[in-house]
């Protein structure tokens, strides 16, 4: 089958999640960079990266790359590739675009050289000389980095973390691949105890609930490339049907959602159900000063809310302090916690994180403290 180069694109600081990921997919040949795993793969791969992939934000298909240092540069080599190959007569491609640290600065000017180099190469291939481009989604990028030009088309549309469960998100949402992302980056396995004693919408414990019957992210979603000529339909009904035989039904899971807010478990529930593990994830309404934990072993991960204001800091602060007394001699428990408050291991003494993760929640920097607790036992 024909050999294409992939490229999954991820937020900053999980660009190593994603590689891991990719290499659990059984590709081999990786190339990591800035906000990018790329990878050699086939026509088939296509369907079963953007079904699987949890933690990346889309999937490029990689057109060609060279160093452009001058417009001419850029339209000659851009009209040489095969857009023939992916974009059809009727096919819609609109042009975005990036540059950085290099000598053609002006993105308008960039996306407006690619756009009118793509339309002669297929005026030459198809014989037309106007394109309706009424059909199908042939979304082009250029990127610009240091001279170096790559020409991508995006195999996925809209964006990996839109699965197609999460109708409604409550306030200041966590994007499900970053969400996967904070499980991917625990110990938890599906027989342990799971537990998010602020869960909003509930996105870690669905994306976990998820894992640990390994659905796979995707399967609830179409992609662009689904409605490509250059890929047989066959292909994408068959990752279907191996994603779909791949769900593991065997046993419960024990994951537990919290939250002081009535309307946000409210959602949190319906959110479970869209995605197929409604079943698998205890929710009820709760205010995390008040919780009590008997187990002596289990996993903590939480995105609490990160409080702009002084009155927020307060009762954050509140939570911080209870948190700490119901975790501080329970040594069999690992805590994670996404925030944006810098102090929150002032209040949570319990010992020194054993690592500290920089992300990004959408814009905001946030920071993953992980608090190492022991194995159970066997």
Aim: hydrophobic share 45%.
């Amino acid at each position: 089958m024909e050999q294409v180069t992939l490229i999954a694109t991820a937020t900053f600081g999980l660009e190593m999640v994603v590689k891991q990921e990719v290499k659990a997919l059984g590709f081999a040949d990786l190339r990591v960079t800035d906000g990018k795993v790329a990878f050699a793969a086939t026509l088939a791969d296509i369907p079963r990266a953007n079904l699987w992939l949890r933690c990346a934000d889309r999937v490029l298909l990689k057109v060609g790359a060279f160093t452009a240092v001058t417009f001419d540069d850029l339209f000659e080599q851009t009209k040489a590739l095969p857009w023939e190959r992916w974009i059809p007569v009727d096919g819609r491609f609109p042009v975005s675009g990036k540059s950085v640290k290099s000598a053609l600065r002006s993105v308008p000017t960039c996306q407006a050289i690619v756009k009118k180099a793509v339309v002669a190469r297929l005026q030459q291939a198809y014989g037309a000389s106007w394109f309706a481009e009424t059909s199908g989604d042939y979304a082009i990028q250029v990127s610009l980095l240091k001279d170096e030009a790559q020409l991508t088309i995006d195999t996925s549309g809209d964006g990996l973390h839109k699965r197609g469960y999460r109708a409604e998100a409550g306030e200041a949402p966590l994007k499900e691949t970053l969400a996967a992302a904070l499980v991917q980056l625990s110990f938890w396995r599906k027989e342990r105890l799971l537990l998010d004693p602020m869960c909003g919408s509930g996105t870690i414990l669905i994306e976990a609930a998820l894992i640990g019957r390994n659905i796979a992210p995707g399967l609830r979603r179409s992609f662009a490339a689904e409605g490509w000529p250059a890929l047989d339909p066959a292909l994408w009904l068959a990752a279907r049907q191996e994603a779909t035989a791949a769900i593991d039904h065997e046993g419960a899971l024990q994951i537990l959602g919290y939250d002081i807010d009535a309307a946000s478990i409210a959602i949190a529930k319906s959110n479970a159900v869209k995605a197929g593990v409604g079943a698998d994830i205890q929710f009820a309404q709760q205010d995390a000063r008040n919780l009590w934990i008997d187990q002596q072993y289990g996993i903590l991960i939480s995105n609490p809310p990160y409080g702009m204001r002084m009155a927020e800091y307060q009762q954050m602060n509140e939570i911080y302090i209870s948190l700490n007394k119901t975790f501080r001699k329970k040594m069999g428990w690992s805590v994670y916690i996404l925030t944006a408050d810098k102090k929150f291991p002032d209040y949570f003494k319990r010992s020194r994180p054993d690592r500290v993760r920089k992300l990004y929640n959408g814009r905001i920097e946030t920071h993953y403290y992980q608090y190492y607790g022991d194995k159970p036992e066997r």
